[in-house]
């Protein structure tokens, strides 16, 4: 059937309700690769996207891009497909619908989204060469399994340290070097974001860029896994359809960040709302993790709520780390020593089997430059 004849059918068929205005895809198990791109090139012909998922068993095809209603007629009949599923959320590629098993993300020796609750630590901001390395290699002493760092800070004021940028990422990849810990850091605009996809090895888009619909789409578009921060007052479906806007660029490896939400509660910078943890998981397949520091802005509340987020399920935490908090460059007053961490890991080590989950250290060799983070998800 040729572009013009498939799309002319389409037309047709737009104002007849009882067609799908979304849907999903589920093949049989026993299609072929030519079957699942069989079904994704009769999507494209359409002019439609198609988002391709393979599952444990069963790979869903999703289809995005359609403006109203398709006719399951052009794909019920084609080879392998098994059924055709209406989809009842406005996200399709972050529910569960279309992906019934949990997607893992890995980065070089580190799945995240597994049995294994992951850690990432390191100070809020990269300050010097020198400060940066001396954090990472206490934190992957104490097992850590990622490094975290900002090179680009979006501050509330215009007279707050920003960040070191490009010479910042530099340093980020000398700690990865020095260390073999792969490196998580912000971008916050397109610049930044080409940046960070040369030199890190997992994307963070912040809070505040949650609802940046032009970063969202250009992550979307990068071969990196992206952290997606949680916005100050962000609800659940708003915080799913931001990571629709990354997965439908293409990028299927979004790991949600619950980072705390703006309330009237003065004892703590944010509320650390946990109970998006468990509604995250009923509904999507995503990983999501927690950032306590943020979450709270208080050392003292950081290893009681690192603790309560894997007792309620997170798939991971990034947590900051300083060893002279009080001369920090940024949020000095939320970051643990080191001591601190390395005592909060053995904890955690003892927490996750309570709850099913696993915590090991981290790689103790450095591997070099070259990142497994252009892996597909899981």
């Given at each position: ?20 205005s ?5 093949m049989?198990?026993h ?9 994704c ?9 198609a ?12 289809l995005?891009?359609?403006p ?5 007629g052009?794909f ?17 590629l ?20 597994g049995?294994?609750v ?7 901001a ?27 800070k ?14 910042g ?37 912040g809070?505040r860029?949650m609802?940046?619909y ?5 992550a979307?578009?990068?071969?990196k ?6 916005g100050?007052?962000?609800?659940l ?26 309330t009237?509660?003065d004892h703590t ?15 999507s ?10 979450g709270?802005?208080?050392r ?9 987020s894997?007792?309620?399920g997170?798939?991971?935490?990034i947590?900051e ?12 007053p ?5 001591e ?5 890991m053995e904890?955690?080590?003892q927490?996750?089997p309570?709850v099913?989950?696993?915590?090991t250290t981290?790689?103790k ?9 252009h892996?597909?998800?899981?």
């Amino acid at each position: 059937m040729s572009n013009e004849s498939v799309n002319s059918a389409a037309r047709a068929h737009c104002g007849f309700r009882a067609r799908l205005s979304a849907m999903l895809i589920v093949m049989s198990a026993h299609a072929t690769p030519e079957d699942v791109e069989r079904v994704c090139k009769r999507i494209e012909e359409l002019g439609f996207k198609a988002h391709a998922m393979p599952g444990a068993n069963r790979t869903a095809i999703g289809l995005t891009g359609n403006p109203g209603p398709v006719e399951p007629g052009f794909f019920e009949d084609l080879p392998g497909v098994a059924e055709l599923i209406p989809v009842t959320h406005p996200y399709k590629l972050v529910s569960r619908e279309l992906k019934p098993d949990n997607t893992e993300i890995r980065i070089r020796d580190v799945v995240i989204g597994g049995p294994e609750v992951v850690v990432m630590a390191g100070p809020c901001a990269v300050e010097s060469e020198e400060q940066t390395i001396r954090i990472a290699e206490k934190v992957r002493a104490a097992g850590a399994h990622l490094l975290r760092g900002g090179a680009f800070k979006p501050r509330t004021s215009p007279y707050s340290f920003q960040g070191l940028g490009l010479q910042g990422l530099k340093i980020l990849a000398k700690a990865r070097e020095e260390t073999g810990l792969p490196v998580v850091t912000e971008a916050v605009d397109g610049e930044s974001m080409e940046l960070v996809e040369k030199y890190a090895d997992i994307i963070q888009l912040g809070a505040r860029n949650m609802q940046n619909y032009a970063l969202l789409k250009q992550a979307g578009k990068a071969r990196k896994p992206v952290v997606l921060k949680r916005g100050m007052s962000a609800t659940l479906e708003e915080f799913f359809l931001a990571a629709e806007y990354i997965m439908s660029e293409g990028n299927y490896q979004v790991i949600m960040c619950e980072r705390g939400i703006r309330t009237f509660a003065d004892h703590t910078r944010n509320t650390l709302d946990l109970s998006i943890v468990p509604a995250v998981k009923r509904i999507s397949h995503l990983p999501i993790i927690v950032d306590p520091s943020h979450g709270t802005g208080k050392r003292h509340k950081v290893a009681p709520m690192s603790r309560a987020s894997v007792a309620v399920g997170a798939d991971g935490l990034i947590i900051e780390v300083h060893d002279q908090p009080e001369k920090a460059l940024s949020d000095g007053p939320q970051a643990l020593l080191p001591e601190a961490f390395e005592s909060l890991m053995e904890e955690l080590r003892q927490l996750a089997p309570v709850v099913r989950r696993t915590i090991t250290t981290s790689c103790k060799s450095p591997v070099g430059t070259s990142s497994g983070a252009h892996s597909p998800a899981r």
